[in-house]
């Protein structure tokens, strides 16, 4: 009796030994693989904490064909296709306007209100006027407030989607033409949106890099509000911290917006995405970010261009006839010009994020 009971506490104490060294065994496979990971991390990226980084190391030549070119090649990719990108542009808008709806006739309404009170009290005249209507609109389409509130928070999550696919249907597009083949419009809106889980990750990490930006907003705006910037001092403190924080989410959005391309790839997660945009950005984020200004300066003055004489002709319609006043000609123009933006923006990313691959080097 006394043996066996010998026998059972040995079994115990070597169980209880072999779970003991299996545990570390276990422990110490995840520290090597963090350790591991945390080295990969460190050859992957030259800079340091607390510790200047030498031009050397991080340097990264980017031998690209100069801005006008870039834009000449965009461009010209999406003329020579006319017919199917014009298509696709088409199709975002019409079914934003079925089920996300557009800028509310009642906001610019409002807003030609009050565009025309300051015209009358001479703060603005008739250019400028037009000009701020046209600011009022664009500002108003960008940020998404200018849709109805009746469809409220789900026709913004609505309108949302249908930019992440024409995003994705835009990619696939280039990605077949690029590659010598002509593929087919309901080609690319049936078979493109396999990643759009893998955007909608991706576009959440963008909202959260967002945030510095929109604290800065915030904060300029209550200071302003309650006069507290009328001193020049307090002005220039203000002034200092947004410029700090909007760069802050710049820096971060860059890498993001080239992993939205990259999460296009088969087989690609979001986050795999987010690491190898991130390699690729590193040392270049400066020219990168110069770059996508450029783009968005351009699409700014394509906004100006187009959308501006729709606002002076429907001022003069509806002033000469009556009973016009509920035409939505300019939120009609200016959801075509947002499905325009997604299809345009898309394509530079991609051809500039294709460009960049190509010649891609060594740090320099």
Known sequence: MKTT????KIQQSSRKLTRG???RQLISQKFLALNHRRLDYLNRR??????????RDYQRSLDLPGYVQMTVDVVGLLIKNRRIF??????????????????????????????DESRQEGVVGGFAANFALFWGVFTSQLSGSAESSQGGSAQQVIGALLGLYTWLATIWLLRVLLAGKKPHLRDAIYSSGGPVIALMILAFVAVIQLIPASIALIAYSAADSSGLLDQTATLMLFG?????LVTLSLYWLVSTVISMVIATLPGMYPFQALKLAGDIVVGRRMHILLRFGWAAILLLLVWLVVLLPIIMLDG?????????????L???AATVMTSFSVVFIASYVYIFYRK???????KA
Do not use: C
Not at 5 to 8: A, D, E, L, S, V
Not at 46 to 55: A, D, E, L
Not at 316 to 328: F, N, R, T, V
Not at 356 to 362: F, G, L, N, P
């Open 5 to 8: 009971n010998k026998t059972t």
């Open 21 to 23: 060294l299996a545990l």
């Open 46 to 55: 030259p800079h340091r904490s607390f510790k200047m980084s030498r031009r």
């Open 86 to 115: 014009t298509g696709l542009v088409l199709v975002y808008a019409v079914l934003t306007l079925l089920l996300a709806s557009v800028m509310s006739q009642d906001v610019y309404s409002q807003l030609t209100d009050l565009v």
């Open 240 to 244: 200092g911290g947004m410029l700090l």
């Open 316 to 328: 003069a319609i509806k002033s000469s006839i009556e009973g016009l006043d509920g035409m939505p």
């Open 330 to 332: 300019v939120p009609i």
């Open 356 to 362: 960049m691959v190509e010649s891609d080097d060594t």
